[in-house]
């Protein structure tokens, strides 16, 4: 079946610092991978933070991106300098297909970020 | 605007009753879901649905039932809830297409005790 990984349970960095958090997938469905990185905020519910349905294209939002990388099956998360307001819990997640089907997610970063 | 609106928000049930989680969707959207979220294991999704009067098995329905009387509204049953039911329940809602990204709800803590 398709499946996701995040290899990092946890991650702490300083305010102003830069992140990546790591995220490959395998689609063995039929039809095309879709790829979704969801956050939670504490006491908060999941919300969508950018999504690529598009080999080779970038997504960004807050200022976060992510790359669907095909040949490497990754979609790393990237920042460039944190604030503490982006401390949650973030979801690596995959959709294969167009029939807005179910969501296959990693086991999620916890991400502190020292202020 | 767009939204998912769980209830309750917060249950603590005993071992051998029943419970059910409700959720309400004002998208119009034809696919629902009720996800179950726990430390090491991100989502995991237990039913999901195309539309009113169907329901579907996911990866973890075990223990589990799902009614979807209307297009608005999902519910998740536990008819003889457990200890290792206890963790958070997310319903989503979402639409077919490429590349369609599902709305979630605010979560529901279970805790069965």
């Known amino acids: 079946g398709d499946s996701v990984t995040q290899t990092e349970g946890q991650v702490t960095v300083s305010e102003s610092k830069s992140l990546i958090i790591n995220c490959t997938y395998s689609a063995t469905s039929i039809g095309y991978p879709n790829l979704f990185w969801y956050v939670r905020y504490p006491g908060e519910g999941l919300q969508l933070l950018l999504k690529v349905i598009t080999a080779g294209q970038k997504g960004s939002s807050r200022g976060f991106e992510a790359t669907y990388n095909k040949e490497a099956t990754s979609f790393h998360l990237q920042k460039a300098s944190v604030q503490e307001s982006d401390s949650a819990v973030y979801y690596c997640a995959l959709s294969v297909g167009n029939m807005g089907y179910k969501l296959t997610f990693g086991t999620g970063t916890s991400l502190l970020v020292d202020p | 605007e767009a939204a998912v609106t769980q209830s309750p928000r917060n249950k603590v049930a005993v071992t051998g009753g029943k419970v059910t989680l409700s959720c309400n969707q004002t998208?119009?959207?034809?696919?629902m879901y009720w996800y179950r979220q726990d430390t090491g294991h991100g989502l995991r999704l237990i039913h999901y649905s195309y539309g009113a009067g169907s329901t579907e098995k996911g990866d973890i329905p075990d223990g589990y039932k799902a009614s979807r009387p209307s297009q608005e509204n999902f519910s998740l049953i536990l008819e003889l809830a457990t200890p290792s039911q206890t963790s958070v329940y997310f319903c989503?809602?979402?639409?077919?297409?490429?590349?369609?990204?599902?709305?979630f709800g605010e979560g529901t803590r279970l805790s069965v005790l």
């Open positions: 998208n119009n959207h034809n696919n």
């Open positions: 989503a809602s979402g639409d077919k297409g490429q590349g369609e990204a599902p709305l």
